[in-house]
């Protein structure tokens, strides 16, 4: 996840954040957004004010517990009272604009009236000037229908129904819009200088008043975002406190590293620690040193495959093609977006930034009529080819790109670069959405479809969905930058369904609750639990391999929360997938006689066992694996790790430093074409990532 900090468009005055379930989880009251607020809480000028369902008490009693931190003000029940909480005392005035037309036993009358079970909320939830109750799984024609009732009875109230069972009825001029804009006349605040958080129907109100900014976590009911999909609002992608961290970084409130500080400490884990001391010896500023070497010949490894079509896979010039090599000699639309993705640091360079560019460029005036990137584009004669081994089309290719285009798009702020190219990126879109076959969320990919072009997955491929969910995140985020925040709000609204989709298939437990109708797979994952994402799942079996690219990127792009991912560490670590160096692509690798053996993996012997993509080392994984660990706040095993790179990169085939393609899992021997690109942009990531070069 890559929240862009907009601090310069956005002159924030009021906070009006919804608590349960936005700032709190309802039933277990976890948050860490006080911890994050009295961090990084921004100048004093900013107010922050709760506008909760809950009474007064009940916030004062979270406060007091330290569940939430201190605010400003308290808009409580629904918008039915206003606390002045540094005064320590209620907003009198507020009431008496609600008691205008309004009787709480003509209320209670008619609701008995009603012909459907409905039943009274507990006490502690009622008031003067609200009545609340339980409606299950109540349609919009009922909701009609009991607002009919009171027009009937020529009583102008509110009707609130949220969450899909909680009915509020209150005064007419009573709800969380109506009180929220009483307290912003009374300070003198406009509302486009305020900013609202929110996850159900009863938060609308607050989203409905001119100009203001609002944040929809990513847990919220689908009723709060058919209100609010035609609104300014940032749709965050994480639940709940770390939803409206999330939205604070984007309009400029926090700093980045807010989110990163939710992250669980797991220093102190036993395992972690073995790990450690199991490194070798060499001294902290030895290691940053050659870590310091390295980067310096990535970069000029890099500036090897600059062409005027974009970047090259490999250096032509140190790389003699031999047979179908002659494909090295071209830009590759896989290669090429992960090589602007790595090198996005050196933006400042100018013939890097002017490559960069051109890459992108290159791929996207080669979209077929139907909205197909390219698999490459000869350099020497500028044709573009759409297809892979034998004939197969590369699936991630496209979504590489699209990723890459919003990256380079997030940090330039080329919003015409953008522009021009919007109706492109959406064909693209169009075209792999297409590959979802059933309309489950997740693409269907042919065998030997995406990067691992000789390795014989197929189907539901985590990796291929891993950057199906990202790749939604970025298109709704670029249409976000051209103001079309309904469009934007349904790509990202749809990217959660996705990684629900990808949680719920690709991580098997023992606990998951089966569907009516059981598949095969639903079946088989009742036999056991696992501590990773599984690299495929079919209609008809999966496989429980650990595909190491894709736990990492799951992490990197926010599908799998912290804890996942430390338990996918362990798993990983403890196998070895980092030995000799980081990393092996597979574990366990594939041998003859497992029955996911395909005999098409001893052409060129490329595919035998720890060659290649059969447990093969890639280096430009590495990159993302010590970003990876970086992320779960591990530092001083990331630059550990990135240490281990730095030697892979320096081991050459013909001379040091040649950032070459892949090594042998076992011996650790470097394999394949010299002076890779991806290789050399993933380890410059990695350096900045680690702040080891600023």
């Not at 088989?524 to 990492?552: K, M």
Request: net charge negative; charged share 20%; hydrophobic share 40%.
């Amino acid at each position: 996840m890559d929240i862009e900090n907009t601090s310069q468009q956005h002159d924030i005055k009021l906070l009006s954040f919804d608590v349960d379930n936005t700032l709190i989880e309802f039933h277990t009251l976890k948050s860490n957004f006080t911890s994050i607020w009295n961090t990084y809480k921004p100048n004093s000028d900013i107010l922050l004010t709760y506008n909760t369902g809950r009474l007064v008490d009940d916030v004062l009693n979270l406060i007091k517990k330290g569940v939430l931190p201190e605010p400003h003000y308290i808009i409580a029940g629904v918008g039915t009272l206003i606390y002045d909480y540094k005064n320590e005392c209620t907003v009198k005035e507020f009431n008496d604009v609600l008691d205008d037309g309004w009787n709480l036993e003509a209320v209670e009358e008619l609701i008995g009236n009603i012909n459907h079970p409905i039943s009274e909320q507990p006490i502690k939830f009622q008031h003067a000037y609200k009545r609340s109750y339980y409606l299950y799984d109540a349609g919009p024609e009922l909701i009609d229908s009991i607002e009919q009732i009171f027009v009937n009875a020529e009583m102008h109230v509110n009707v609130v129904y949220s969450g899909e069972k909680f009915l509020d009825i209150l005064p007419k001029w009573a709800n969380k819009g109506n009180a929220l804009q009483w307290l912003l006349n009374k300070l003198d605040i406009k509302s486009n200088t305020t900013l609202v958080a929110g996850d159900s129907g009863n938060d609308s109100a607050m989203f409905d008043m001119v100009d203001v900014k609002g944040i929809v976590v990513a847990n919220a009911h689908e009723e709060l975002y058919r209100y609010t999909k035609h609104r300014q609002v940032y749709h965050s992608e994480c639940d709940y406190d770390n939803g409206v961290v999330e939205g604070l970084i984007y309009y400029g409130l926090l700093p980045k590293e807010a989110l990163v500080c939710n992250i669980e400490d797991h220093a102190e884990d036993f395992f972690i620690q073995q790990e450690l001391n199991n490194t070798d010896a060499e001294e902290e500023s030895e290691k940053i040193a050659l870590i310091r070497e390295g980067y310096h010949h990535a970069v000029e490894a890099l500036r090897k495959n600059i062409t005027p079509l974009g970047f090259s896979a490999c250096s032509i010039k140190d790389n003699i093609p031999n047979g179908t090599d002659e494909n090295y000699h071209s830009v590759w639309a896989r290669d090429g977006a992960i090589t602007v993705i790595g090198s996005l640091p050196l933006i400042n360079d100018k013939e890097i930034h002017k490559c960069q560019r051109q890459t992108l460029v290159t791929l996207l005036e080669h979209i077929s009529h139907n909205g197909q990137i390219p698999s490459n584009v000869r350099i020497k004669d500028n044709i573009p080819d759409y297809s892979g081994v034998g004939g197969i089309c590369s699936i991630d290719s496209g979504i590489w790109v699209i990723i890459a285009f919003y990256e380079y798009v997030n940090v330039t702020k080329d919003i015409a670069f953008l522009r021009n190219h919007i109706l492109d990126v959406k064909e693209t879109m169009r075209w792999l959405g297409a590959h979802d076959g059933n309309n489950d969320a997740l693409l269907e990919i042919p065998e030997a479809g995406d990067w691992t072009d000789l390795f014989g997955r197929s189907y539901n491929i985590l990796y291929d969905e891993i950057l199906w969910y990202r790749s939604n995140v970025c298109f709704g985020r670029m249409l976000e930058m051209l103001g079309d925040y309904e469009q934007a709000g349904k790509y990202i609204r749809w990217s959660q369904v996705i990684k629900k989709e990808i949680l719920q298939n690709f991580w098997p437990s023992t606990q998951q609750k089966l569907f009516q109708s059981v598949s095969f797979a639903e079946r088989q994952f009742t036999l056991g639990d696992t501590t990773y994402l599984i690299a495929q799942v079919t209609p008809f079996d999966f496989s429980w391999r650990c595909d190491v690219l894709g736990n990492v990127l799951a992490f990197l792009h926010g599908t799998i929360d912290a804890d996942k991912a430390h338990q996918t560490l362990r798993f990983m670590l403890g196998v070895g997938v980092n030995e000799p160096f980081p990393v092996a692509n597979v574990y366990p690798v594939v041998s003859p006689g497992d029955p996911d053996w395909r005999p098409y993996y001893t052409v060129n012997l490329l595919n035998l066992p720890n060659h290649y993509h059969n447990g093969g080392i890639w280096p430009f994984v590495g990159g993302f694996w010590v970003k990876f660990i970086n992320k779960l706040g591990l530092k001083d095993m990331a630059v550990a790790e990135l240490h281990k790179l730095a030697l892979i990169n320096k081991e050459g085939v013909n001379e040091e430093w040649e950032f070459t393609e892949w090594a042998h899992g076992i011996t650790g021997k470097p394999m394949g074409k010299s002076y890779q690109a991806w290789s050399a942009a993933q380890y410059i990531s990695a350096c900045h990532d680690l702040k080891i070069i600023n």
